[in-house]
């Protein structure tokens, strides 16, 4: 039986997770939420099959995962805007099924320039599809059952970012690499009809009343494209390439202004008046940029350098996914025991180590002696950041605006990627046609790894002079259980009954305590 649409605004979320809507809203959430979870992991094995069937050069590579990265960091905060607007049901549709439409056209892409197009537009369905996904749990389910919901919801997306390179490559070996965007568009035709028929609609009402950041995602996203352009194009020594650096800054600086004369701001500056906020955030661009600059380079690595396959690649980097999967909830509750300052530097540690251990993978490495024990390292200290950081930053702002420091967390990480991806390559010396030349390809990654371990011991440095024990009632993470190695959890906003709750007493904004 179809779920009538439901204006929700101001009314109480009812549905239970037992109940038949409840299910239903759980597996069009999950669906929704992986299509874009797994783009964001299986593309890196499917790499170097990509750059020989389309003669594509380093640089082409680099942008098939920055277009992607790129739209989906700098609209990610705006697409739940919309979904509070227009109704969370019908942005997620319209995200899931523009997602589904741009994967088609990567899959049948005849060059490099259409795939990074098609690339880009994968991204701004995903910037509306995974905030939406969320967003119709938090609006929809019971306060009794939320947090339950929320936990499912990222508990099933972690077990698909753990799939997904295994499955990316087993479609990279098999039918091609083109299957591997392909895949979303059965998952998309089960989606959207089960949304449109068993999720009812919500909408915030008091979103009617505040306008669209889109000049500021606008700015946002130029700059960070005009700065991915410049590092990625420095090599060719171009004319333009000074002026895209010098115009991405520019974009950059009138993105501040916009922020702070706007009276609604997509990222409004006081919320970085917390300096735990600030320098939370700092933590987060410095680890998830190794990890960006990682994950690219050790699946070409894998495959140029050492010889395996697809299959081979993607299968390799499962342990640190299947760690956090596994221990992700127990290294949360340990950091609320003995707070978080110990675990955010300890964490980067272990996983700079990690990184240094994997400069040992050359040609014909050894996956147990030489590839493992990197990864094994390098999870586990995943496992010991990757909650602490999100519990500090949901515990270093007001509770009412727990999701929207969550957003800018998870851009942050996002472009941080973006950006190493973009810089790594520069500055470990690899020229265009590096990735065909396993020689060229092994010496730039040695350089690279020592880098991607340095960002990370800049984190730590900053986690242990920065952060601080949260207040005992803070807010505290919904999603326990994660798997995604790209970006920390997405978290809920507290909307209940359709107001926003008073602001849990905090200390003094900027106190660090």
Not at 78 to 90: A, I, N, T, V, W
Not at 273 to 292: D, M, P
Request: hydrophobic fraction near 50%.
């Amino acid at each position: 039986m179809a779920v009538p649409p439901q204006e929700r605004s101001g009314a109480k979320p009812d549905v239970r997770i037992a109940s038949p809507t409840g299910k239903w809203i759980l597996l069009t959430t999950v669906l929704g939420s992986s299509m874009a979870m797994l783009d964001s992991t299986v593309v890196n094995v499917a790499l170097p099959r990509i750059g020989r069937d389309l003669d594509a050069s380093l640089a082409a590579l680099q942008w098939t995962v920055n277009a992607y990265m790129l739209t989906l960091a700098g609209l990610i905060l705006l697409g739940g805007s919309l979904g509070d607007r227009f109704g969370r049901r019908k942005v997620f549709v319209v995200g899931v099924v523009w997602f589904a439409l741009a994967s088609l056209l990567c899959g049948l892409a005849p060059t490099g320039g259409v795939l990074i197009a098609a690339r880009a537009l994968q991204g701004i369905g995903g910037a509306l599809l995974t905030p939406g996904s969320l967003a119709l749990i938090q609006a929809s389910f019971h306060p009794d059952d939320r947090a339950r919901a929320v936990g499912l919801w990222s508990g099933f997306g972690g077990v698909g970012a753990a799939v997904g390179p295994f499955l990316g490559g087993w479609l990279v070996d098999g039918p091609g690499w083109r299957w591997v965007f392909l895949l979303n568009i059965p998952v998309a035709l089960v989606c959207v009809p089960v949304a449109l028929r068993h999720v009812p609609e919500s909408a915030d009402g008091r979103a009617h009343d505040r306008g669209f950041d889109v000049l500021g995602a606008a700015l946002g996203a130029i700059s960070l494209a005009l700065v991915t352009y410049a590092l990625i194009e420095a090599p060719s020594g171009a004319v333009l390439v000074p002026v895209t650096a010098v115009a991405g800054v520019v974009a950059g600086v009138a993105f501040v202004y916009v922020e702070r004369r706007r009276p609604d701001p997509m990222m409004p500056p006081d919320i970085f008046a917390s300096r735990q906020f600030t320098a939370v955030n700092l933590v987060t661009l410095c680890v998830y940029a190794a990890f960006g600059g990682f994950f690219f380079l050790t699946a070409l690595q894998l495959q140029v350098v050492s010889g395996y396959s697809a299959l081979g690649a993607g299968t390799a980097l499962l342990p640190t996914t299947i760690l956090m999967l596994l221990f992700s909830a127990r290294s949360g509750e340990l950091a609320q025991r003995i707070g978080p300052r110990i675990p955010l530097t300890v964490g980067p540690l272990l996983c700079a180590a990690g990184m240094l251990l994997m400069v040992r993978v050359g040609p014909d490495a050894s996956y147990v002696v030489d590839v493992l024990p990197a990864l094994l390292v390098m999870g586990a200290g995943m496992v010991t950041l990757v909650a602490p950081l999100t519990a500090t930053v949901l515990a270093s702002v007001d509770t009412a605006r727990a999701g929207l420091a969550s957003g800018i967390n998870n851009a942050a990480a996002r472009a941080a990627g973006l950006i190493a991806v973009a810089a790594l390559p520069l500055l470990a010396g690899m020229g265009p046609e590096a990735y065909l030349s396993a020689d060229a390809f092994n010496a730039s990654f040695r350089r690279a790894m020592p880098l991607c371990a340095g960002a990370l011991v800049v984190g730590a440095a900053l986690a242990f002079a920065t952060v601080r024990r949260p207040p005992p009632d803070c807010r505290r993470p919904e999603c326990l259980t994660h798997g995604s190695v790209v970006a920390p959890p997405l978290e809920p906003g507290p909307r209940v009954s359709g107001a926003v709750p008073a602001a849990v007493p905090r200390s003094t904004p900027g106190s660090g305590k």
